[in-house]
């Protein structure tokens, strides 16, 4: 009964997504940005979008139920601070760009060749995040409807490319309007039922009281805080979030909506956390069984309300895939390709490119997602490594002078070369196993673990400070490469 409501609730959100192709009318301009046309309330839904889906859902869940309430609300508090962030220093000024890209900005400021390596920096980590999309809802398919993980993952992708290829921007922006609905309606639902049935309860050291998840580190501490400006500073940089700030019909629009999704995410998504940390006492054994967010909704809650809220993880996710395959797909063909050259008249071929360069982005994610079956972790994984390479020459590039590309490489290499470098050494990643990358040895153990997040991110800022200190290029010279032109567009028709 509910794989079959969820199942008709898939074949609406693919349903609406082929219907979005009727508003991009041809037009690359409402294919990559929804013709700069979204309201506040448009924009707000679709970057709240970016956190409530399965992914994180589950994943914040998960840590909640494992390492306390703190593990697991440290994931939207993060995202939310990033929205914020966002809404109080970038949104206006990047918005009266025109840009559509952000590595658009990269190369007007520092010149081609950091064009070129903050796309692939951005296209890789957003790999990983797309992974963590498709580890949900495998584990969905392999909960409630018994397939296997992997040809769960392997179904998934098909429905993703659909009706991103077909609508584009408009996709994520129809999707995502019925995915908030849904799911705002279903979470509430839920946090209500917990209330006035189960109850909220804690086991030991897990409930919202036990500030030692905030204060000691042999309780997570150093993990959560981690995750926190992970999140918070490494998605000022996520090319989906600003794909969707570009589509705002004006500098003042994005910043409001950046302000109205911040308050969304926690009000939506930190509620949650308590319930999985109810969900602790309330399925007992059974969370052995699966996901524990799962394994409450298919063996406890009752049938209407889990077909609500899985349907509502459901399409959430499958909103965040196609933002992130539209958005690495048109970083890889504008930015990092240059199809169609300099000119902001992107033509059909170029569309066509951008619609194809998905398939290997929903590849890549694949390969991670059978590779590394967890949910939150990726997520956070994924600005990690933004913040560790490219987040220091985003700020500091947009409001000091100082600084070229020198300034950019130098941050880029010391940053990651830290963040790998542990990552490769450490046996965890944000408190569970690296079965990624991990090289067997006996310098570091698991102590290290989110100490690192500030260490690559700090050496990152001190590098291109000190580079961009000792050199003498300032933003007032030309940068070398012109970035490509903004996509030309006549006044909107389009309204949402």
Known sequence: MIITGVAICLALVVAVGFYSTRRVRGETDNFLVAGRSLGTPVVA?????????????????????????????AMPIGVALAVLLVGLAFAKKLRRTEI??????????????????????????????????????????????????TWAVLALIPFALAYT???????????????????????????????????????????VGDLSQ?????????????????????????????????????????????????????????????????????VGADAAHGPILYVLLGEYAPTWLAIVVISGLVIASLTTVSGILLSTASVLVRNVLRIGGNSGAMSADVMKATR?????????????????????????????????????????????????????????????????????????????????LYIPNDLVGPSVDGWTTFLAAGVSFAAYILVAATTTRRTDEPATTAAPAPVSHAPATVRV
């Open 165 to 207: 290829m077909a609508g584009g921007m408009f996709a994520s922006v129809y999707t995502g309007m019925v995915q908030f609905a849904v799911l705002a309606v279903g979470s509430a639902a839920l946090v209500v039922w917990v209330a006035t049935g189960p109850g909220f309860s804690a086991e030991p050291g897990l409930g």
């Open 356 to 436: 194809f360069a998905m398939i290997p982005m929903a590849a890549l994610g694949a390969v991670v997602a059978l590779r590394v079956p967890q949910t939150g972790i990726l997520l956070t994984l994924t600005f990690d490594l933004l913040l560790a390479s490219i987040v220091a020459p985003f700020i500091l590039g947009l409001y000091w002078k100082r600084g070229d590309a020198r300034a950019v490489a130098a941050a880029v290499v010391a940053g990651i070369s830290v963040r790998i470098g542990f990552f490769v050494l450490t046996p965890t990643i944000y408190g569970v196993d690296n079965t990624l």
């Open 214 to 282: 905030l204060t000691s580190a042999a309780e997570g501490a150093a993990i959560n805080w981690a995750t926190i400006v992970a999140l918070g500073l490494g998605n000022l940089v996520a090319i989906d979030l600003m794909q969707r700030v570009f589509s705002a019909k004006s500098p003042e629009i994005a910043q409001r909506a950046c302000f109205s999704a911040a308050a969304g995410i926690l009000i939506v998504c930190v509620p949650l956390s308590l319930v999985a940390v109810a969900a602790v006492s309330i």
């Open 45 to 73: 839904v679709l970057l709240m979008s970016q956190v409530v889906d399965s992914n994180a859902t589950l994943g914040s869940a998960d840590l909640a139920a494992s390492f306390g309430f703190w593990a697991g609300a």
């Open 100 to 149: 559509v890209t952000l590595p658009e900005f990269f190369a007007s400021r520092f010149g081609r060749g950091t064009e070129v390596t903050a796309s692939l920096l951005t296209v890789m980590s957003f790999g990983i995040l797309l992974a963590g999309n498709l580890v949900a809802l495998g584990f969905l398919l392999e909960f409630f409807v018994g397939i296997s993980y």
